[in-house]
């Protein structure tokens, strides 16, 4: 994994694939150049071999969205939220969102965990088992485009992993889960569509 990754960041490749989140709809550049703030949260492990990975198979699949991944932040006991607001760049909008639970595929089936949405308000994801850029050794997908509409700008998106014995599903995950966004780059061609 370190030899492709190390080859990708050589090559400089990994540009397009920045580790951040952006908005459904972009009418200003994002700002490169900003202060660093004074707490930054380090990338997990899992985060980074899954932004490799994926960006492996969107160069196999030749995907031409714009691909970002954003760790979790902590909420009230046992959640993981994400900010609605998302940043990006003049020429993008918004195309999916997925949730991704960093868990060992051979051993946790979607139906084994239920994703509970406990903010802005209650529901569940669905699992997502359909071909997909993101690579699977990079957990569970479920789905969370809706979460990231325009009536829920300024708020959190927040999730709880529960498992079947309705106990917070934390012991099977190996990182926190993280949220993986695809931005169509100039909506105006429709030329080519990558997976999702």
């Avoid at 979790?72 to 900010?83: A, I």
């Avoid at 209650?122 to 850029?133: E, I, K, N, R």
């Avoid at 979460?147 to 927040?158: L, P, Y």
Wanted: with cysteine; proline share 5%.
């Amino acid at each position: 994994m370190s030899i492709y990754f190390t080859a990708l960041v050589s090559l400089g490749v990994l540009s397009p694939l920045v580790v951040a989140v952006g908005a459904a709809e972009c009418s200003e550049r994002e700002t490169l150049l900003r202060p660093i703030a004074n707490k930054v949260t380090p990338v997990t492990d899992c985060l980074m071999e899954c932004t490799g990975m994926t960006y492996i198979r969107k160069l196999q699949l030749q995907d031409n969205h714009n691909i970002r991944l954003k760790d979790s932040t902590e909420g009230d006991l046992g959640e993981y939220c994400w900010s609605t607001e998302l940043k990006c760049t003049v020429g993008e909008s918004f195309h999916r969102a997925y949730v991704v639970l960093p868990v060992d595929v051979s051993a946790v089936a979607p139906e084994q965990l239920e994703v509970k949405v406990t903010a802005p308000a209650a529901s569940t994801l669905h699992a997502d088992g359909g071909p997909s850029t993101i690579a699977d050794t990079c957990g569970l997908r479920y789905e969370a485009g809706e979460q990231f509409s325009r009536e829920t700008a300024g708020t959190s998106f927040c999730i709880q992993v529960v498992t079947q014995e309705d106990v917070l599903g934390d012991k099977v995950l190996k990182c926190p889960p993280y949220l993986v966004t695809f931005w169509q780059r100039n909506p105006n061609r429709s030329n080519q569509q990558g997976y999702g």
